[in-house]
């Protein structure tokens, strides 16, 4: 049993890992990619920002497939289709065929409600906030796409990006496939009415908010962190590609002493401090913007923020129905994502607006102290049913 959970959580985040070097592979190239097809900055965006689109809705029904039919073969088959848009994307001479080809690459986002849903099974609620933050360490796929790609595209050519993580893909499907099993006793299957029926819990759209901003904020930082060192500070494909792995890497860290510290003082205590945080953080970022010292530091304050919000969220995931793990999983997971794809959108609409990307950070202020509240007011009920305890005890 116990070699069985450590095989599933291991073999786990190595695939989502893959996975989401694959999810992350336009942003590092995204220049190149403008180069060649003569793009404006919108059309950049929107590049970027499509395979978190599809990874993000697609999150929802890759959920309740998992729950359904088990990790083992959900995962394998997903990471097997991930070639095709990928090959296609290798021969791409338009940048209507990248588009498509992006869309596709999406698919790739999925195999985190997948891998989290997988892994949950294996393991008792009280172990969850931290098991999950390492099954999480999967988005360290975003650091090693920024590190890798850089190179591969410089020595080889865009073309063999592509065609490099498709043959690397293949080999994990497989090796994935006959290193793991599905948990002894699944779960028994569910229509779709009893696995959405997690929507009309109160708890599924404050988690979904919640990680909106938080797993949001570190997929659209991501992403459009390399244009943000190229506009405003003139850095090479290079250098922004490696600054940016740097924080990938810092949030991807973090996400599991997020879920510990959740599970010893309480999700909803760790996220007011992330919210606080962020807030904050976002707001000197408004005013500060064209400081590298400031930027670099700011930026790496937020990702060590936005990683202990997505381990703290997580860990409440379980918790809102625990026979629809993966419903839940997916919802909340494609609200994060959903959270990653207009920023870069909204982002290149207020550059060619305004000419300045500060606004930007604006909106993240406001939504920060949305969350903020929205978490306050849902501490209060239980506050104020601890205090009527302890006056009747008295």
Known sequence: MLMNQTKALLYSTVAMTVSFMIWSVFPPIAGQIQELFNLSTLEKSILIATPVLLG???????????????????????????????????????????????????????????????????????????????????????????FLIPSISTTYGISWVFFSFAIVIAVVAVVFYNFTQDPPKPAEPKTMKQSLSVLKEKATWHLSIFYFLTFGGFVAFSVYLPTFLKDLFQLSVFDAGLRTAGFVLAATLIRPMGGYLADRYGSKNVLTVVFLGVLAAALVLSITLNHFIYFSFFCLFISLLLGLGNGAVFKMVPEVSSGNTGAVTGIVGAAGGIGGFFPPIVLGIIKDTTGEYNLGFVLMVIFALACLILNYSVLRPKQRVIQKNMKHTA
């Open 56 to 146: 993000s809705i697609m999150r929802i029904p890759m959920g309740i497939l998992t729950d359904r039919y088990g990790g083992r073969k959900v995962f394998t088959l997903t990471m097997l289709f991930l070639i095709l848009p990928m090959v296609a994307a290798g021969f791409a001479d338009s940048y209507v065929w990248m588009l498509v080809c992006a869309l596709f690459i999406g698919m790739a986002g999925t195999t985190f409600a997948i891998s989290l849903t997988f892994v949950s099974r294996w393991y008792p609620p009280q172990r969850q906030g931290f098991i999950l933050g390492i099954a999480g360490l999967g988005n360290l796929g975003g650091a090693g796409a920024n």
